[in-house]
């Protein structure tokens, strides 16, 4: 699950994160959670790995002790 409410770089790299790029018009009002299954995940990094889609951005923060 991309959960965008927990990324610590929402704001400053939702334009260039595949999760905008997936949502655009699909689902404007509601950007802040994505679920991806194992092969949808797969098929996300073969797309940016080849230059079509952006990439992932989500950067969790660290757990806390």
Known sequence: M????SCEMRG????????????????P??????ELDDDQASAVSALSEAGLVPPLRLVRPPRAS
């Open 2 to 5: 991309i959960d965008c409410d």
């Open 12 to 27: 400053r790299s939702c334009g260039d994160c595949v999760v905008s790029f997936l949502t655009i018009e699909v689902r």
């Open 29 to 34: 009002s509601d950007r802040s959670t994505v």
